[in-house]
């Protein structure tokens, strides 16, 4: 069974510093995608970003970019500049042909002002 | 509506008592998925529903949890003989379900069962 794995139950950065979040899976499929999902107090599950197993190019959106490392099963998230705004509980998750989105136990950032 | 709306927000009831939980999709979203997230913890897959196909209910925990969906749209959730272990916050999603793996989930903020 597909699992991610997401070590680190906490983090915390300096606003304005740089953070990564880590995050491992396990599969033996060829074709899937990774995300990692943000959320904050509200409880709604907000995309950050996503990658294409296929892809070798690592994803950004903004402040937010991956390092995606297919064969090590790992997908790790950078957070740059850090803001007051990202503090939030963090999710990794994967999905492959089955559809369902298989999430890790995220990680809580915290941002130092 | 604009995004995906569950209700209620809050639900507290007592061991043993029945409960239902609704989402209401994204309008003409096809794809819709029911989460439980305990305290502290990552999601649960429950039950996908996609179109007209079968749902996947593989997630379900025991024969007391059942969803339905009516109409292609709204679903509801229903716990049977309510247990303190079921007390989470059940978060509901849609997609566009146009078949691609990739395909962005949007969330409701979800209902915080509380079970005395």
């Known amino acids: 069974a597909q699992t991610v794995t997401q070590s680190q139950p906490e983090m915390s950065v300096q606003e304005a510093e740089t953070v990564t979040l880590s995050c491992t899976y396990d599969?033996?499929?060829?074709?899937?995608?990774l995300f990692w999902y943000k959320q904050p107090p509200s409880r709604q599950m907000i995309l950050v970003i996503r990658?294409?197993?296929?892809?070798?190019q690592n994803a950004t959106e903004n402040r937010f970019s991956v390092n995606f490392q297919k064969a090590a099963k790992s997908f790790s998230l950078k957070i740059s500049d850090s803001q007051l705004g990202d503090a939030a509980m963090y999710f990794c998750?994967?999905?492959?042909?089955?559809?369902?989105?298989?999430f890790g136990s995220g990680t809580r950032l915290l941002v130092r002002p | 509506g604009a995004g995906v709306s569950q209700s209620p927000s809050n639900k507290v009831t007592e061991k043993g008592k029945d409960v239902e939980l609704r989402c209401d999709p994204i309008?003409?979203?096809?794809?819709l998925y029911w989460y439980r997230q305990s305290l502290g913890q990552g999601l649960e897959f429950l039950i996908y529903?996609?179109?007209?196909?079968?749902?996947?209910k593989s997630g379900l925990p025991s024969d007391r949890f059942s969803a339905e969906r009516t109409g292609g749209s709204v679903s509801t959730l229903t716990i049977q003989r309510t247990q303190q272990e079921d007390s989470a916050v059940y978060l509901c999603?849609?997609?566009?379900?146009?078949?691609?793996?990739?395909?962005?989930?949007?969330f409701g903020s979800g209902t915080q069962l509380s079970v005395l």
């Open positions: 309008s003409g979203h096809t794809a």
């Open positions: 990658q294409e197993a296929y892809k070798q």
């Open positions: 998750a994967y999905m492959d042909s089955s559809y369902k989105l298989i």
């Open positions: 999603a849609s997609s566009a379900g146009t078949g691609g793996l990739g395909e962005k989930l949007f």
């Open positions: 599969t033996s499929e060829s074709d899937y995608y």
């Open positions: 529903f996609q179109g007209n196909s079968a749902p996947d």
